[in-house]
């Protein structure tokens, strides 16, 4: 067996578990939201008024299947055994992506130019070089001086390659500047940003640490193994690159069953990945092929993709309205929203899982079901609805053949260029629609190569060549529009959507997410409902919107069911929104909250090298009654990093609560010095001048986290609300105008501004605003 190798972790270039915002936890990893004093930054949330419902019954038996498991749990083995029976595979494996996704840095493996080569960017000077076998680089550290740092490891071969740098404490970074492998050169990977030693996406940051972000999808085996007391790393893996293990899972009951032909389950394996229920090997490659938040130190072989991590829905942020890529996603939640997925394609039907290459040329993937026979040899896909014509022509592609266009990617599935000059292609495989792409304004492929006036001929032309009319029920992306814009018809195209049997689980937890902008008993009575839909992302966004529908005592009845749910991630995040009612009992449910809110604990503690996670265990035990370990929490997400202000402005809320006025004032100055542009801390520092009495002081503040971040409802919210309570009516009427006109579904902002209108006698303006919140959502409480 090889040695297990020290490793660390940056956010790689071409890294499918890589997060290119700036914090990867928005949902479940992110912030507690519990109130430390009266007024926080996270409490000017919108809470509906309390409607009630039954209680949510556990999900279907069957919609979970427990994976069948050998009796002792296997273990990793050198694979260098594997080539004996497996010489096939192992053959179409090596050079892949997957085998040479992280290297040791030597001669044979460098790709990139380190002759003595400078390169400048950003304001920053970076110098390759090689001092006999080794490869450094000088460039700006943490504390913006030039150092040299040896390369340690190589990350990905094409069409770019980035590097992995040693900086102690058993830590990788990431550089930011990679190797072109196209065009050889070096190049910035966020050019234009401003990314220096200050900047949080600089390569020295915590959000580029290799050993938490991007190394796990690299490796086979991989363990972070962070020591919290030490604040050091000691990474291990079983070998480097994605081998047969990393899919597979460890081997060592395999060769037990190739030595003595047993009756061990799946041959020795935890899994069976061609399990005619294609959800096992799909989930084995979202690990990796998705967006998604860590729920611990890796993953399990055998349980389901929600137990270890939580994926991402179809944000606004991550995926346009119609579900196209928008932000670097990875190919799952893209996948799973499309037809294909739903008629039981799987990855390897497409691509050839060890050599990560397409398993036809040119059209033929897309042939062996698409084809004139309308009928699919694919065993486990389901052919309903295929229709028999030739699409490998002109006749149905409008295009001339071996000419863009052509190809059935080019139109259906378009992409984008992530991480400088990596074209990632769209999974959700949609049909193009220009005319519709501009009125909801979405990409498209059409448009996307026909542009200007030129795109406008298409879209005149595909309307002749689409001229059928039949009656088709509402178009997810069409609802979505009307939602996220708050339009007339807004709640009832929800409330349709949530109805349908056909939405695939992304798209509905998508939509349930919106559902608490849009409150009425119909609402509340289609999130219960899908507290037992057999998708477990669509019952953990279903607690998701019970809770911010409902008052904890009135939630506990829906959601206590969910405490023993069968996949993690829905158990914790019913556990966390149970807390303050768990603390008073929960009857018969109390040992089922007692065992998953620990398990929520124990995530956080396997997170323990990241802010997010020591932040929210700060909150939860503040919340509970563990307040002595609030402060040191708090400050060790701080010294993790301390870019992070969230935590700084919960430490300094919590030194204000506890008599420490004085201290927290002081810590909030220094952060705003070292971050003026930053609208949180200004926030924070308004907020504290209204708890001190000083409204008047306070608007300048305010104002200027609005004005840096004016998409932010609360910001704008919280300033209008100020501003108000100042004697500035008028004012706070313009700001309120000013954020529906970027959030037009803002309940919050629309109801105050009705009051104020009232207020400042101008009734016929209020009146037309609450005609067309009638007009959004006519069975609103608030209406009542």
């Avoid at 995926?319 to 390897?348: N, P, T, W």
């Avoid at 030739?390 to 863009?404: F, I, K, L």
């Avoid at 984008?416 to 074209?423: I, L, P, T």
Wanted: charged share 20%; glycine share 8%.
């Amino acid at each position: 067996m090889p040695k297990h190798k020290n490793k660390t972790l940056a956010p790689a270039v071409d890294s499918p578990a890589t997060s290119r915002s700036r914090y990867l936890f928005p949902a479940l990893i992110g912030v507690l939201v519990l109130a430390i004093i009266g007024i926080g930054w996270f409490l000017f949330s919108s809470q509906p008024a309390p409607l009630t419902s039954a209680p949510a019954s556990p999900p279907p038996a069957a919609a979970i299947k427990p994976p069948p498991m050998t009796a002792e749990p296997a273990t990793m083995v050198d694979e260098q055994q594997c080539q004996g029976c497996h010489s096939e595979q192992v053959k179409d494996w090596q050079g892949s992506h997957h085998q040479l996704a992280m290297q040791e840095a030597n001669d044979a493996t460098v790709l990139g130019d380190f002759n003595d080569v400078t390169f400048k960017a950003e304001n920053e000077i970076t110098r390759f070089s090689r001092k006999n076998d080794e490869f450094w680089v000088n460039t700006p550290g943490i504390d913006g001086q030039n150092a040299d740092f040896k390369v340690a490891y190589t990350f990905g071969i094409a069409p770019l390659q980035q590097y992995l740098i040693e900086v102690g404490e058993g830590r990788l970074q990431a550089l930011g500047v990679a190797w072109d492998t196209v065009k050889n050169r070096w190049f910035h990977l966020y050019p234009g940003q401003g990314v220096n030693f200050k900047n949080p996406l600089h390569w020295s940051k915590p959000s580029q640490n290799a050993n938490f972000m991007c190394v796990e999808c690299h490796t086979t085996g991989y363990k972070r193994n962070f020591d919290a007391v030490k604040n050091t790393f000691d990474s291990h893996w079983n070998n480097l690159g994605v081998g047969c293990q990393a899919c597979h899972g460890p081997a060592s009951s395999h060769l037990e069953w190739t030595a003595k032909k047993g009756d061990l389950l799946h041959a020795g394996f935890a899994v069976d990945l061609k399990d005619k229920d294609a959800t096992v090997e799909i989930e084995t490659c979202a690990r990796c092929h998705a967006r998604r938040a860590p729920l611990g130190d890796g993953f399990t072989v055998g349980k389901r993709l929600m137990d270890d991590y939580l994926p991402s829905a179809l944000t606004r942020e991550l995926y346009a309205l119609d579900g196209k890529i928008k932000d670097e996603v990875f190919e799952h939640g893209s996948f799973a929203q499309s037809k294909m997925f739903d008629k039981g394609v799987r990855c390897s039907n497409c691509h050839n899982p060890h050599s990560s290459e397409l398993k036809a040329p040119g059209n033929g993937v897309c042939l062996q079901c698409h084809n004139t026979a309308g009928k699919t040899p694919v065993a486990g896909v389901d052919g309903r609805g295929l229709q028999a014509k030739n699409y490998d022509s002109s006749e149905h592609t409008r295009h001339a053949m071996g000419q863009p266009g052509s190809q059935c990617a080019d139109c259906h599935m378009p992409g984008k260029f992530y991480m400088g000059n990596d074209f990632r292609h769209d999974h959700s495989f949609s049909i193009p629609n220009p005319e519709r792409a501009k009125k909801l304004g979405t990409p498209d492929a059409c448009l996307t190569c026909h542009q200007g006036k030129a795109g406008d001929k298409v879209t005149e032309q595909f309307k002749h060549w689409n001229t059928a009319t039949a009656a088709q029920a509402p178009r997810y992306d069409e609802s979505l529009w009307l939602i996220r814009n708050g339009q007339p018809g807004a709640a009832q195209a929800l409330y349709e959507q949530l109805q349908r049997n056909d939405l695939p689980a992304i798209q509905r937890a998508t939509l349930l997410a919106e559902l608490p902008l849009y409150p009425s008993d119909l609402a509340l009575k289609l999130a219960t409902r899908d507290l037992s839909n057999p998708a477990p992302q669509v019952r953990e966004s279903a607690v998701r919107a019970i809770s911010a529908f409902l008052p904890p005592a009135e939630r506990a009845p829906l959601l206590a069911p969910l405490l023993g749910d069968p996949v993690k991630a829905v158990r914790i995040v019913a556990a966390r929104d149970l807390l303050s009612v768990a603390r008073n009992g929960l009857g018969s449910a109390q040992a089922n909250w007692n065992a998953a809110i620990a398990e929520y604990e124990a995530v956080q503690k396997s997170l323990a090298e990241r802010a997010e996670a020591n932040l929210n265990l700060a909150m939860l035990y503040q919340a509970n009654g563990r307040a002595g370990e609030v402060e040191a929490l708090l400050r060790t997400a701080l010294q993790r990093d301390a870019d992070f202000h969230p935590a700084l402005v919960t430490l300094v809320q919590w030194l204000e609560a506890n008599g420490r006025g004085q201290e927290a004032q002081a810590l909030l100055a220094q952060g705003l010095k070292d971050h003026p542009d930053a609208a949180l801390l200004q926030h924070t520092q308004g907020l504290s001048l209204i708890r001190a009495g000083h409204a008047d002081q306070a608007l300048p503040a305010l104002r200027k986290a609005a004005q840096l971040e004016p998409a932010n409802a609360q910001y704008g919210y919280v300033l209008a609300v100020a501003l108000h309570d100042s004697g500035k009516v008028n004012e706070a009427c313009e700001e309120l105008e000013r954020l529906l006109k970027v959030q037009p579904a803002n309940r919050n902002a629309r109801l105050s501004l009705i009051q104020y209108y009232l207020e400042n006698g101008q009734e016929p303006k209020a009146q037309v605003l609450l005609q067309g919140w009638k007009k959004m959502n006519m069975g609103d409480p608030a209406l009542k």
